[in-house]
């Protein structure tokens, strides 16, 4: 069965980092680019980053310059190393398929960051 498994999250003061981690099991890795997203209660779920398959890397507006998404397709694992964390990223974290269709949704990962 196709699944992520999200990692990593915790409380942390503005301008801390962390990094996220998600395995994947029973995915086909290598032949999809992956992204990570994140929801905040009342909010549609939005993508921070991307990487395609070939290793191109997109961030958003937000994102740019801070996160950094990487991934071992050896070991069939996402990382997404966040940096200078601002409130507003508090937000659930997760992983999943750059596009549709997706992989049935994990519990994700909460990020919560203090001012």
């Known amino acids: 069965q196709e699944r992520f498994v999200e990692s990593g999250g915790a409380l942390v003061q503005s301008g801390g980092s962390l990094r996220l981690s998600c395995t994947g099991t029973?995915?086909?890795?290598?032949?999809?680019?992956l992204a990570w997203y994140r929801q905040v209660p009342g909010s549609e779920r939005e993508w921070v980053a991307q990487i395609h398959n070939g290793g191109e890397t997109w961030y958003t507006e937000s994102s740019r310059g801070r996160f950094t998404i990487s991934k071992n397709d050896d070991q069939k694992t996402l990382f997404l190393e966040m940096n200078s964390l601002k409130p507003e990223d508090t937000a659930v974290y997760y992983c999943?398929?750059?596009?549709?269709?997706?992989?049935?949704w994990g519990q994700g990962t909460q990020v919560t960051v203090t001012s």
């Open positions: 999943n398929m750059r596009n549709p269709p997706f992989v049935p």
């Open positions: 029973g995915v086909m890795w290598r032949f999809y680019g």
